[in-house]
């Protein structure tokens, strides 16, 4: 596939990426899909390094993402070494992909000196090809004498597949900084997207509570965001905690907020970079009967190909939300909602807005980012779902990946 042009969503200004204290960082070509770019990424950790997970829920997992599971648990929730390729999933190709999961740990282990437990994979790329581990492993073995702290944005560019651009984002919680990259372009659905995501905190954190901030981040931030509705069998994002910043007490609730913060801001640029996509869709669900509602609501919207395709057709069909609200199989009731585009009420009570105006919305329906609410009149449940249109480019793109 060529290299496909930038996202007309790419966020215009995007926060310096700083090195990450306690990250050492190293990217390389491994031969086996791309020319002309990294596609292998070795992250090594000190001792110490807590982890935690968030997986795909596909029940056709790729064999990374049950070997990192696995891991997460055999390893106490500690890690040395994080490595990823780009290009091939390694997925659904059964023994073979287990034992490249062994060798290429094995191979990292050795490198840093850990055990191939302390090691955590990510695949993502082709699915059913086999994965050419002797490869993936040489250049992992000699990205291990390379490794830096300066190769962070590196990182973000050596893990994107049909990405138009690296993402990644920062916050800073006192003295401790939250550092975070991804990939996902396609194939975006709860739960997760077809995406990799690593988040840094140089702080000393605890394993479970790491796990519980990072869950509940993840439910509000990556799996609240679609493309395409397909969830991937790669799905991935790991936390680690590295310790560096250990001096004056953590401020535990300033550093979930900034967890949160790093994990929004790129669960919002997946949505910006979905494939083909020209503009970017936030739905807020408010007064559903619960937030689980609100939110199923909210992805009944954003996952319509009618809703997505007549905001790329600039047409403000406000009908077409009115049916995905009535399909999403949760509480509603027809004569007390309201819906908006932007500042505009189009439906109240069950029925089009007197003062409805279709010249002004059509004018709003041309910009970049279009938000639609809507108020159920029910509860008190809210949910935010982002998404991108549905253009002729997400088909060109998709009909073109494995050439």
Known sequence: MDQLP????????????????????????????????????????????????????????????????????????????????????????????????????????????????????????????????????????????????????????????????????????????VSGICKGSGMIAPDMATMLGYIFIDAPLPADWLQATLSRATERTFNSITVDSDTSTSDTVLAFATGEEGGAAVDLDAVGDAIFSVCDQLAEMLARDGEGASKLITIDVEGAESDASAKTIGLSIANSPLVKTAVAGQDANWGRVVMAVGKAGEPADRDRLSIWFGPHRVAEAGLRDPDYSEDQVSAYMTGEEISIRVVLGLGRGAARVRTCDLTHGYITINGDYRS
């Not at 070795?42 to 993402?65: D, E, I, Q």
């Not at 992909?97 to 850990?114: H, I, L, N, S, Y």
């Not at 790329?125 to 590196?154: F, M, N, S």
Request: aromatic content about 4%; glycine content about 10%; overall charge positive.
């Open 6 to 177: 930038v996202s007309p969503l790419k966020p215009k200004t995007m926060a310096a990426l700083e090195p990450q204290r306690g990250l050492k960082i190293a990217t390389g070509n491994s031969g086996t899909r791309y020319r002309g770019r990294d596609d292998v990424t070795l992250v090594v950790f000190p001792a110490g390094t807590t982890v935690a997970g968030v997986f795909t829920k596909s029940r056709c997992p790729g064999a990374p993402v049950d070997w990192s599971r696995q891991v997460l648990t055999q390893g106490g929730g500690t890690a040395r070494a994080l490595l990823v390729n780009a290009g091939n999933a390694n997925a659904f190709t059964g023994s073979r992909g287990v034992q490249a999961c062994q060798v290429t740990a094995e191979a990292v282990a050795k490198a840093v000196r850990c055990r191939p437990q302390d090691v955590m994979l990510s695949s993502t790329g082709v699915i059913g090809e086999p994965l050419e581990a002797d490869a993936i492993a040489a250049v992992a073995t000699d990205l291990a004498a390379q490794a830096t702290e300066d190769d962070l944005h590196a990182a973000a560019q050596a893990i994107m597949t049909t990405d138009t651009f690296p993402k990644w984002a920062v916050a800073q919680a006192g003295d401790v900084r």
